[in-house]
Each structure stands twice: as structure tokens, then as C-alpha cells.
């Protein structure tokens, strides 16, 4: 290639060479022949090969830019699967391992002792049916506003913001129980 070359003319001298080294296979131009007989008669034909070749470079650094965001996005969208997968594996642990306190009388124990007024027998039935409801596998889900109950291994991810409402409205329960009979939730 010459400086001020025009590409038609760069595209036709390798044309000449490819010709003379396919002479064997007479007629079969190959793909990179079709490729050049499109540089020589194309939009280009007039253009100077040094110009030509600059733009193709730029062309090329943009189509590896381009590439490499989008196997950076690709990364970032496996990596966001991956810690997905583990909060909802690590968030079914717990709900399991919460299922086994249940079982276990979790609720008796937390409440603790009647309040004044309270009757034991209604304590006594708020545990045995948590209780009942751990050993059947159900877990409360609140959902505007609503309670509702879900087999454990009927969960799905979507679920997730659901069953944390029900278990912070549990939470919140509880330690205002306990906070009434250690006699400063009154005032």
C-alpha cells in the first residue's frame, strides 16, 4: 500500500495477486476476495487507503468498546444471579431453621407469663396453634395489610419482602408484650 492510494486501487492490486495464486481453482474467488471486490466497487472506491484503513481502525476500536461493555453488563447480570441465588438459599435456611424453633415451643417460650388479665388458656392456645402451624410447614405472609399463610416449600422469591413484614409485625408484637409486662409500655 502507497500513502495517497486509493483503496479501489489497494483492492484491486490484491485482487491481481489473489487471481494469480487461485489460477488453479479457475473462477472460485474466495470470501475475502467477494469482501474486496465490495471494497473496490463500493462506497469507498474513491477514498485514499490510508484514510480508509484509520476509519476502519476507529471502527474497530468502537466494536471492541462496544464488546467489552457488553461483557462487562453480561458479568454484572451473572454476578447479581449469583447473590441472588444466595439470598434466597440463605433467607430458606432461615425460614426453615425458624419452622424448627416453632416446632419447638419458640412462642410459649417468648411470651413468657400472662399479663395481668390475660388468661393462660388463651396463651396456652396462641402457642399450641403456632406450634401446629410450624408442624404443618406454614409460615404468615403480610400483604397489604393482609395476613395469609404459605407452605414453606411453596415460597418463591417474590415472597420474600411478604414474609418479612409478618416476621418484623411478630417481632414488634412480642417485644411490646414483653415491654407491657416488664410494666413500661403503659403511659
Not at 484503513?53 to 453488563?73: I, N
Amino acid at each position: 500500500m502507497q500513502k495517497n492510494q486509493r483503496v479501489a486501487d489497494m483492492a484491486a492490486e490484491v485482487l491481481a495477486r489473489q487471481v494469480c495464486a487461485r489460477t488453479a481453482q479457475a473462477g472460485e474467488t474466495t470470501e475475502a476476495g467477494r469482501q474486496l471486490e465490495q471494497l473496490r466497487d463500493g462506497l469507498h472506491l474513491d477514498a485514499s487507503a490510508g484514510h480508509w484503513q484509520e476509519d476502519m481502525a476507529r471502527k474497530r476500536a468502537a466494536e471492541r468498546g462496544r464488546a467489552r461493555r457488553e461483557e462487562g453488563r453480561r458479568a454484572r447480570q451473572e454476578e447479581n444471579r449469583r447473590a441472588q441465588r444466595a439470598a434466597w438459599k440463605a433467607f430458606m435456611q432461615a425460614e426453615l431453621w425458624e419452622l424448627e424453633l416453632r416446632k419447638d415451643d419458640q412462642l410459649a417460650k417468648a411470651l413468657g407469663k400472662p399479663l395481668p388479665g390475660e388468661a393462660p388458656a388463651v396463651l396456652q392456645r396462641l402457642a399450641a396453634e403456632d406450634r401446629r402451624q410450624a408442624e404443618e410447614g406454614l409460615v404468615a405472609l403480610i400483604r397489604n395489610g393482609k395476613v395469609f399463610y404459605k407452605h414453606v416449600e411453596e415460597l418463591s422469591e417474590e415472597d420474600m419482602p411478604a414474609r418479612s413484614a409478618a416476621s418484623r409485625m411478630r417481632t414488634m408484637w412480642l417485644k411490646e408484650r414483653r415491654d407491657r409486662w416488664l410494666g413500661r409500655g403503659e403511659g
